[in-house]
């Protein structure tokens, strides 16, 4: 079965460091999203990404965020300076044809800022 | 403010019983509905689809209460390996021409989650 898979599993960074979290998609699937869980907490939705270019994005995706799909496979998050409070589980999921088709999660990236 | 809200838990119940999840949304437009199961430290999987008509899916029954706005998730003869978190969850696109300002791309609205712990 398909399945959507991030790297790296876990990255450890520096306050202020630029970290790029990636995601290979389902090789069909259109839809692409960007979903961070803090420790304990929800789900929060960051962004969505369709067509190549962003089409919403959550309050929390301020302009430390950005997100591209550079070579057509990998869809990446980059944060350019991070804060303590980037400390979080995040899971990128894609769909298929719609956008409301179902979502498959990939296993996250355990981000962690020092 | 779009909200899903869902009662924590924990519910600690024995193999072999029924147990169920509730779960309320607030925006009426809503079109699109989930359970996804989390277990610890890992992604969301998903469990089911809801829809209007309920569906089941072996031992998973879902319910979706439009009037209400309300989910529900039926759990019959728990197993140890039920033991998880149960996301539920509203996908934000809504119907055009719906009341409720501002569109979606079908970003998903997480509850907090109903953690399920299945003992021998």
């Known amino acids: 079965e398909p399945e959507v898979t991030q790297t790296p599993s876990h990255q450890v960074t520096q306050m202020g460091q630029e970290v790029i979290l990636r995601c290979v998609p389902i090789s069909n699937h259109l839809y692409f999203y960007w979903y961070r869980q803090i420790l304990g907490q929800k789900v929060e939705f960051l962004v969505s990404f369709y067509n190549n270019e962003i089409s919403e994005k959550s309050e929390i995706f301020d302009d430390q965020f950005s997100v591209e799909r550079p070579d057509g496979s990998n869809f990446t998050l980059k944060i350019r300076s991070t804060k303590l409070e980037d400390s979080a589980m995040y899971f990128c999921?894609?769909?298929?044809?719609?956008?409301?088709?179902?979502?498959?999660f990939g296993p996250g990236t355990r981000l962690t800022v020092l | 403010r779009k909200e899903v809200e869902q009662d924590p838990g924990p519910f600690n119940v024995p193999e072999g019983a029924t147990v169920a999840f509730n779960c309320t949304y607030s925006n009426s437009a809503s079109q699109s509905f989930f359970w996804y199961r989390q277990d610890c430290r890992k992604e969301p999987k998903l469990l089911m689809s809801v829809y209007s008509s309920g569906n089941e899916d072996g031992r998973f029954t879902a319910q979706l209460n439009r009037a209400s706005q309300y989910i529900s998730l039926l759990i019959r003869d728990s197993k140890l390996s039920d033991s998880a978190t149960y996301l539920c969850?509203?996908?934000?696109?809504?119907?055009?021409?719906?009341?409720?300002?501002?569109?979606?791309?079908?970003?998903?609205?997480f509850g907090k989650g109903t953690k399920l712990s299945v003992k021998p």
């Open positions: 999921a894609t769909a298929g044809q719609g956008v409301m088709d179902t979502q498959y």
């Open positions: 969850v509203v996908n934000a696109f809504e119907i055009p021409g719906a009341e409720v300002r501002g569109g979606s791309q079908g970003n998903l609205i």
